[in-house]
C-alpha cells in the first residue's frame, strides 16, 4: 500500500518569512496530493490540493509543487502570519479519496 | 465551516465496551469515509462507504464495522474496545470521484468525536 513520509514534524518561523514542509510518497498510481490544515480541536481542512497532472499549484500564498518522478510534493507557504500555526498534513491517493496522510508538521509562527 | 456534523463530540468509554459513533454528510455529497487519528499522528483510513456498501478497507480489524444510510448519513460502530482505540474519530464526506459530471473527489472533514477508552 501507499506509504507518506513527511518533514519536518515541527518548524518555526519568524511572521513574514516562508516556510517549506516536504512529504514523499511510495506508490507511483497515486495521482492526487491534498494538503489540510489542523487547528487545535477541530477536524483537518483542505488548503490546497495538486494533480498528477500538473506540476505546480497556486493559490495566494500558498503553492504545491509536484514531482513524479521523484515521488515527492511540496507545501510552500509565503509571507507566513500567526495564524497560519497549526499542524499541517500532506496526503497521498490513487482512488481520490482513500487518501494516506503523512505523520503532520506542526507549524509555529513567531509574531 | 464543512456542513459534516458528528456525534457525540466526546465520550468515555471502558475495556471491552462497543460504542456508535454518528456523522452526517454535506449535502450533495454521497460518499462517507472514516479515519482514526491517534494523538500526534497523520489519520488514518478505517474504510469508506459508497450506496450503502463499504467501498474499500484500511487495515483495521472487523470489530470496526460501519453503516451508511439512505440519506448518506453514516455510523460507525467499534466492538470489544481496547485501549489503544482512544483516539480522534474523523468523518469526511465527498462525491464518489466515478460519479459522472464536475467532482474532484476532496474531502471534507467533521471536528471529530474523541474516543478515550479506559
Known amino acids: 500500500g501507499e506509504n507518506v513520509e513527511q518533514h519536518p514534524s515541527t518548524l518555526s518561523v519568524q511572521e513574514g518569512d516562508s516556510a517549506v514542509i516536504k512529504c514523499t510518497y511510495s506508490?507511483?498510481?497515486?495521482?492526487?496530493f491534498p494538503w489540510y490544515k489542523q487547528e487545535l480541536g477541530k477536524g483537518p481542512q483542505l488548503i490546497i490540493d495538486i494533480r498528477s497532472n500538473v506540476g505546480e499549484k497556486k493559490d495566494q500564498r500558498i503553492a504545491v509543487t509536484l514531482n513524479k518522478t521523484a515521488k515527492h510534493f511540496s507545501l510552500h507557504i509565503t509571507e507566513t502570519q500567526p495564524e497560519d500555526s497549526a499542524v499541517y498534513f500532506c496526503a497521498a491517493s490513487e482512488a481520490g479519496n482513500m487518501l494516506t496522510f503523512g505523520g503532520g508538521t506542526r507549524l509555529m509562527v513567531k509574531p | 465551516e464543512t456542513g459534516v456534523t458528528q456525534s457525540p463530540t466526546h465520550l468515555i468509554k471502558t475495556r471491552g465496551q462497543q460504542v456508535t459513533l454518528r456523522c452526517s454528510s454535506q449535502s450533495g455529497h454521497n460518499t462517507v469515509s472514516w479515519y482514526q487519528q491517534a494523538l500526534g499522528q497523520g489519520p488514518q483510513f478505517i474504510f469508506q462507504y459508497y450506496r450503502e456498501e463499504e467501498n474499500g478497507r484500511g487495515n483495521f480489524p472487523p470489530r470496526f464495522s460501519g453503516l451508511q444510510f439512505p440519506n448518506y448519513s453514516s455510523e460507525l460502530n467499534v466492538n470489544a474496545l481496547e485501549l489503544d482505540d482512544s483516539a480522534l474519530y474523523l468523518c469526511?464526506?465527498?462525491?464518489?470521484?466515478?460519479?459522472?459530471?464536475?467532482?474532484?473527489?476532496?474531502?471534507?472533514f467533521g471536528e471529530g468525536s474523541r474516543l478515550t477508552v479506559l
Open positions: 506508490d507511483s498510481a497515486s495521482n492526487y
Open positions: 469526511a464526506s465527498s462525491r464518489n470521484p466515478r460519479d459522472p459530471g464536475r467532482n474532484t473527489g476532496e474531502l471534507f
